[in-house]
């Protein structure tokens, strides 16, 4: 049964730090696209980052990249967001999102279509930044 579960949900000030954790189970640790999305109501689901499990190779669209970073524990299967520098406008429902095999993501050099339906995801949770 695969689940996925974040946590780290909170509020903070622009300019702050926060860290959002996806625990994976049901997955292997390897060979699998983790990524990061975040979706504010009436918008569309965009990608934040993504890493390729078995090498760690991540991708990170320019919007974030300097400001956020995605990692993976092999040995706990929990993908990482931590998020710097906050925006107001980086306020959103954050979801984490796994695939089987590293061609969803190219192996780990382009964020997975979030429409896929290989894609299988967490209940998301929420970041406020005021």
């Known amino acids: 049964h695969v689940q996925l579960v974040e946590s780290g949900r909170g509020s903070v000030q622009a300019g702050g730090s926060l860290r959002l954790s996806c625990k994976a189970s049901?997955?292997?640790?390897?060979?699998?696209?983790m990524a990061w999305f975040r979706q504010v109501p009436g918008q569309e689901r965009e990608g934040v980052g993504v890493v390729y499990t078995s090498d760690g190779r991540t991708y990170l669209p320019d919007s974030v990249k300097g400001r956020f970073t995605v990692s993976h524990d092999n040995a706990r299967n929990t993908l990482v967001l931590q998020m710097n520098s906050l925006k107001v406008e980086n306020s959103a429902n954050y979801y984490c999102a796994a695939a089987r095999g590293g061609l969803k993501c190219a192996w780990g050099r382009a964020l997975p279509p979030p429409g896929s339906g290989d894609l299988h995801w967490g209940q998301g949770t929420q970041v406020t930044v005021s």
């Open positions: 049901g997955f292997p640790s390897s060979n699998i696209c």
